[in-house]
């Protein structure tokens, strides 16, 4: 099993805002908390887990539904996370619940059975989360029929 790592640099710049660089030619990104503590200038932590979460979902099913020939762009995803007290008092992102969206319908789309019931494991980040965080996953077509 080979292993990649993954590194990440970041910088305060003012307060709790930090610039995130990630090297190689990608643009950097700055985040920041919200009120009153930060000034909003940027994502917070809780949304750049959540962007992960429907990143990599999306882009688990659309592989996942590629192996089969099958042509579903625009793929959209919506990531909702909870944050709250946990027992301790403390903050923390107490679940997360991902909507997936085909851009086409479900008419015509071969394999899809397979392809709903495996995706998800494909995910690096949600598999890598899963155990402290539960995040619940649904899947519509361009319709609006549930798949999954």
Do not use: W
């Given at each position: 099993?080979?292993s990649?790592t993954v590194t990440?640099?970041l910088?305060q710049?003012l307060?709790?805002q930090f610039e995130?660089?990630f090297?190689?030619?990608?643009?950097?990104?700055?985040?920041?908390?919200p009120?009153p503590?930060g000034?909003?200038?940027?994502p917070?932590?809780?949304e750049l887990?959540?962007?992960?979460?429907?990143?990599c979902?999306a882009a688990?099913l659309?592989?996942?539904?590629?192996?089969y020939k099958?042509q579903?762009?625009?793929?959209?995803?919506?990531?909702?996370a909870?944050?709250?007290?946990?027992?301790?008092?403390?903050l923390?992102?107490l679940?997360?619940?991902?909507?997936?969206?085909?851009?086409?319908?479900?008419d015509?789309?071969?394999?899809l059975d397979r392809?709903l019931s495996?995706?998800e494991t494909?995910?690096?980040v949600?598999?890598s989360?899963?155990a402290a965080?539960?995040v619940t996953?649904?899947?519509f077509?361009?319709?609006?029929?549930q798949l999954?």
């Open positions: 099993m080979s990649e990440v640099h910088v710049r307060d709790y995130v660089s090297g190689d030619g990608v643009a950097p990104l700055l985040v920041d908390e009120p503590l000034r909003r200038a940027g917070s932590p809780a887990l959540a962007s992960a979460v429907g990143s979902l688990s659309l592989f996942s539904l590629q192996k099958q579903v762009d625009p793929v959209r995803s919506e990531v909702s909870e944050v709250g007290r946990n027992d301790e008092g403390r923390r992102v679940a997360m619940q991902a909507t997936l969206t085909l851009g086409v319908p479900r015509g789309l071969q394999h392809a495996q995706f494909y995910c690096t949600t598999q989360i899963a965080v539960p996953v649904r899947v077509d361009a319709q609006g029929e999954k």
